[in-house]
C-alpha cells in the first residue's frame, strides 16, 4: 500500500463532497502527485496528494493556485464564459483551507471533476495541436495584467537555463558515475551554446521582456479538451504556475509537440524539428493570446522554442552524469539517448532558424 493510500481515508473525510462518497479510485496518467476520482451519488470529484519531493512547500503552490484561479474565474465570468468549466475551482477543506494535511505531512486538495472533456496524451492531428496552442494562448491573455511578481517561485529557477548550465558543468568535473567520457560529443554541443543560455535572461533583465504569469508545463495532456469540438476548455496542472517568461510556455509546447519521435529515440535519423508544425502551433498560440504579446515577446518566440528544448537536454544530461536520481529511466542509457533527442531537435531548428522567424513574422 503506497503512502498516499495509508491516508485516504483520513483525506476523504477532510472534505464535505455533498453526499456520501461511493467510490475511489486512482485516476490518470500523472507521474507526480497521486490522483483519486472520487465518485458521490450525483457528482465526481479530482482528489489529489501533492508530491513533497517535487513541491515541499505545498502552502506556496495552493496560494498560487487560488490567487491565479480566483482570477481566472472574473475573467471568464466577464467575457460571458463559464467559469465552473473554463478554469479549476479549489474545493475547500471542511476547515476552511484550501488544502488539508495528513498525519505525515501530505498535502491534499480536491478539485470538482470539469465533466464532457477529456485529457488527450498526444496531438494526433494539426488540428488538436492548434486547439492546445489556442488554450495556452488564452491563459497567456486572461493573465496579462496579472502581477506575476506577486506569486511564489514554487520550483526556484526552473527554467533559469544560465543555472542548468552551471549543475551541468558541476556533474562534468564530478563525474561521480565515470561517464564523462561517454558524452564527449554532448558537453561540447553544450559549450559550443553557451552564450545562447543567457539570451532571454539577459532580455529580461535589460526589460526586453516582460514577467508573466506562466503554466511551465504547456503539454497537451494539460489541457482538457470538448471531444465534440475539439477545442481545448480548461487548462489544468497549476502546479508549477509561477512568475516566467511568456517564450517558455510557448517554447516548451512546441519541444515537446513539433517532432514526431519518441522522448527516447535513438536512431536519430528519425528525429526531425517539424517547421510545418511550428507554424500549426504559432497560429493557435497567437490567435489565442489574441495580441495580448509585446513585439518583443513575438520577436523572441524561436529563441524561446530552442532554448526549452536546449535546457531540457541540458537536464537529461546532468542527470545521466548524477545517476540518473531525477527522471525515472526504464533502462541503461534512457537520459543520454532523452538528452540527443533534444540536441538532435536544437539542431535542427537553429538549421531552420530564419524559416522559424519567417513563420513567426508572417503570423504576427
Known sequence: MSQAEQFLSDALDAFDFGGPVRETARYGCGHVNDTFCVRTPSRRFILQRISAAAFPRPNQVMANIVAVTSYLRDQIAASGGDPARETLTVYPARDGGSFYTDREGGAWRVYPFVEDTVCLQSAETPELFAAAARAFGRFQS???????????????????????????????????????????????????????????????????????????????????????????????????????????????????????????????????????????????????????????????????????????????????????????????GQNLDRCRTQFKLVADMEAQWEAMQAVVDKLR
Not at 518583443?296 to 529563441?303: G, M, Q
Open 142 to 332: 486572461m493573465l496579462k495584467d496579472y502581477p506575476a511578481h506577486t506569486l511564489y517561485e514554487t520550483v526556484p529557477r526552473f527554467h533559469d537555463t544560465e543555472d542548468r548550465l552551471a549543475k551541468l558543468k558541476a556533474a562534468a568535473a564530478a563525474d561521480a558515475m565515470g561517464r564523462v567520457s561517454q558524452v564527449r560529443a554532448e558537453l561540447d554541443f553544450v559549450a559550443t551554446r553557451e552564450a545562447d543560455c543567457s539570451v532571454a535572461l539577459q532580455a529580461l533583465r535589460e526589460g526586453k521582456l516582460p514577467l508573466r504569469v506562466t503554466h511551465n508545463d504547456t503539454k497537451l495532456n494539460n489541457v482538457l479538451m470538448d471531444p465534440n469540438t475539439g477545442e481545448g476548455v480548461c487548462v489544468i496542472d497549476l502546479d508549477t504556475v509561477m512568475p516566467g517568461l511568456s517564450i517558455y510556455d510557448f517554447g516548451d509546447a512546441i519541444r515537446f509537440g513539433a517532432n514526431h519521435c519518441a522522448e527516447d529515440e535513438r536512431d536519430l535519423s528519425n528525429v526531425h524539428f517539424d517547421l510545418s508544425l511550428f507554424e500549426v502551433y504559432t497560429r493557435g498560440f497567437l490567435e489565442g493570446t489574441g495580441g495580448a504579446l509585446t513585439p518583443a515577446e513575438l520577436d523572441y518566440l524561436p529563441w524561446g522554442a530552442k532554448l526549452m528544448t536546449l535546457e531540457c537536454g541540458i537536464r537529461f544530461l546532468t542527470d545521466y552524469l548524477e545517476g540518473d536520481h531525477y527522471f525515472q529511466t526504464q533502462r541503461e
